[in-house]
C-alpha cells in the first residue's frame, strides 16, 4: 500500500499569467507513453507481478520504492498542469466577456479542450499532449527481471529527454521548475537501474552516462535539487519496509563520481501545495465555490473540528 503525504514532492510556484498551450505540452510528462502515468504503472505491475520476491529482495525493494515515488510524480505533474491552466476561464457563465480570462468563450482556440470540457474543471486529464487517453498498452510486465530492468533504463532514458523537450518548449515557470526537478530525479531512477543490472549481469550501463547528454549542471532549476544531492539518493518511501535498496544502489554517481546513498528519510520533505482557486466557469469546485466553503464549515463545526481547516497550503 502507498503512505499518502499531503504534500507535493517539490516547490512549485503560485498561479501567474496562464498558459493553456504550455499546459496541453506539459501533458506529454502525465499520460505520454514516456510519461509519468507510464513510469508509474510500468514499476507497480512489475512489482505486484514480482515472483520470488524473497529470494531477490533488493530487486523487488528498488522496483517497489521507484513506483511510489512515481505515484508523487503524477501529482505533481497534475499541479504544474492546473497552475497553468488558472485563470484562462475565471469568468462564471453567462457574463459575456471576450479574451483571455472570458470564460469557455475564451479558450474554444487553445490546443487541448478537453481540459475544459472533459471533467476535471481547468484542469489536468490523462492524455499525451496531442489529447490522446494514456492506455495500459504502455505498461511492460514481463516477469524476467532482467528484461523489466532494461526495459526501465530504457524508459527513463526516453522520459528524460520528454522532459528536456518540455523545458525547452514552455517557459512558464511552473512547467519549468516541475522539469528541473524531474530531470534531476529521473536520472537517479535511470542510474539505479542500470546498476541494478550491472550487479545482476554484469553488465556495465554505467559507461553509456550521460544518455541522453543533458546537461542538468547548466540548467538552473535543476540546481537547487542537486546542491541537496537529489541526483544521488533514493528514497524507501516507508518507515520501516523496503531496507535492502543499499545492495543494488551503491558506487560512485557514473557523472560526479560521488557516492550512490540511500535517504536517511524515508521520503523528500516537499512543500505545500497552492491553494488554487475555484474556476467558476467550469464548476470547480461547484457552481458555487461559496456555498461548497459554507456548508464544509458547518460539517466541521458539527464534527467538533477546529473553524479553521487543518490542512496546511502555501497559499
Same mark, same amino acid.
Given at each position: 500500500?502507498?503512505?499518502?503525504?499531503?504534500?507535493?514532492?517539490?516547490?512549485?510556484?503560485?498561479?501567474?499569467?496562464?498558459?493553456?498551450?504550455?499546459?496541453?505540452?506539459?501533458?506529454?510528462?502525465?499520460?505520454?507513453?514516456?510519461?509519468?502515468?507510464?513510469?508509474?504503472? @510500468?514499476?507497480? =505491475?512489475?512489482? !505486484?507481478?514480482?515472483?520470488?520476491?524473497? *529470494?531477490?529482495?533488493?530487486?523487488?525493494?528498488?522496483?517497489?520504492?521507484?513506483? %511510489?515515488?512515481?505515484?508523487?510524480?503524477?501529482?505533481?505533474?497534475?499541479?504544474?498542469?492546473?497552475?497553468?491552466?488558472?485563470?484562462?476561464?475565471?469568468?462564471?457563465?453567462?457574463? *459575456?466577456?471576450?479574451?483571455?480570462?472570458?470564460? /469557455?468563450?475564451?479558450?474554444?482556440?487553445?490546443? @487541448?479542450?478537453?481540459?475544459? /470540457?472533459?471533467?476535471?474543471?481547468?484542469?489536468?486529464?490523462?492524455?499525451?499532449?496531442?489529447?490522446?487517453?494514456?492506455? *495500459?498498452?504502455?505498461?511492460?510486465?514481463?516477469?524476467?527481471?532482467?528484461?523489466?530492468?532494461?526495459?526501465? !533504463?530504457?524508459?527513463?532514458?526516453?522520459?528524460?529527454?520528454?522532459?528536456?523537450?518540455?523545458?525547452?518548449?514552455?517557459?512558464?515557470?511552473?512547467?519549468?521548475?516541475?522539469?528541473?526537478?524531474?530531470?534531476?530525479?529521473? *536520472?537517479?531512477?535511470?542510474?539505479?537501474?542500470?546498476?541494478?543490472?550491472?550487479?545482476?549481469?554484469?553488465? @556495465?550501463?554505467?559507461?553509456?552516462? #550521460?544518455?541522453?547528454?543533458?546537461?542538468?549542471?547548466?540548467? #538552473?532549476?535543476?540546481?537547487?535539487?542537486?546542491?541537496?544531492?537529489?541526483?544521488?539518493? /533514493?528514497?524507501?518511501?516507508?518507515?520501516?519496509? =523496503?531496507?535492502?535498496?543499499?545492495?543494488?544502489? @551503491?558506487?560512485?554517481?557514473?557523472?560526479?563520481?560521488?557516492?550512490?546513498?540511500?535517504?536517511?528519510?524515508?521520503? #523528500?520533505?516537499?512543500?505545500?501545495?497552492?491553494?488554487?482557486?475555484?474556476?467558476?466557469?467550469?464548476? %470547480?469546485?461547484?457552481?458555487?465555490?461559496?456555498?461548497?466553503?459554507?456548508?464544509?464549515?458547518?460539517?466541521?463545526?458539527?464534527?467538533? /473540528?477546529?473553524?479553521?481547516?487543518?490542512?496546511?497550503?502555501?497559499?
Amino acid at each position: 500500500m502507498i503512505l499518502r503525504i499531503d504534500r507535493l514532492q517539490t516547490e512549485l510556484p503560485p498561479p501567474s499569467d496562464p498558459d493553456p498551450n504550455g499546459a496541453a505540452a506539459v501533458q506529454e510528462l502525465l499520460g505520454g507513453k514516456f510519461g509519468e502515468m507510464s513510469t508509474f504503472m @510500468n514499476y507497480t =505491475y512489475q512489482s !505486484f507481478n514480482f515472483r520470488g520476491r524473497q *529470494g531477490a529482495r533488493p530487486f523487488y525493494d528498488l522496483v517497489a520504492s521507484i513506483a %511510489a515515488e512515481e505515484f508523487g510524480h503524477i501529482e505533481l505533474v497534475s499541479t504544474a498542469i492546473n497552475t497553468m491552466l488558472t485563470g484562462t476561464a475565471d469568468t462564471p457563465p453567462g457574463r *459575456g466577456r471576450r479574451g483571455p480570462g472570458a470564460g /469557455l468563450p475564451g479558450v474554444r482556440d487553445v490546443r @487541448n479542450t478537453h481540459h475544459y /470540457l472533459a471533467p476535471g474543471g481547468a484542469a489536468a486529464v490523462v492524455q499525451d499532449s496531442m489529447g490522446h487517453p494514456w492506455t *495500459g498498452d504502455n505498461v511492460f510486465s514481463s516477469g524476467d527481471l532482467i528484461e523489466d530492468l532494461t526495459h526501465n !533504463f530504457f524508459l527513463e532514458t526516453g522520459a528524460r529527454s520528454g522532459k528536456l523537450r518540455v523545458y525547452e518548449m514552455v517557459e512558464h515557470p511552473a512547467a519549468r521548475a516541475l522539469t528541473g526537478y524531474l530531470l534531476v530525479r529521473g *536520472g537517479v531512477h535511470q542510474i539505479a537501474y542500470a546498476r541494478a543490472l550491472e550487479n545482476l549481469t554484469g553488465a @556495465n550501463l554505467m559507461r553509456l552516462f #550521460p544518455s541522453p547528454r543533458i546537461p542538468t549542471d547548466r540548467i #538552473p532549476e535543476c540546481q537547487p535539487h542537486i546542491r541537496r544531492g537529489e541526483h544521488r539518493k /533514493l528514497y524507501r518511501f516507508s518507515p520501516s519496509d =523496503y531496507l535492502e535498496l543499499a545492495a543494488v544502489f @551503491n558506487g560512485p554517481h557514473p557523472e560526479t563520481g560521488e557516492d550512490l546513498v540511500i535517504a536517511e528519510e524515508t521520503n #523528500p520533505e516537499g512543500a505545500p501545495a497552492h491553494d488554487l482557486p475555484p474556476q467558476p466557469a467550469v464548476f %470547480a469546485p461547484g457552481p458555487d465555490p461559496e456555498e461548497v466553503r459554507e456548508i464544509a464549515a458547518k460539517l466541521r463545526d458539527a464534527a467538533g /473540528l477546529p473553524k479553521q481547516p487543518t490542512g496546511v497550503v502555501a497559499s
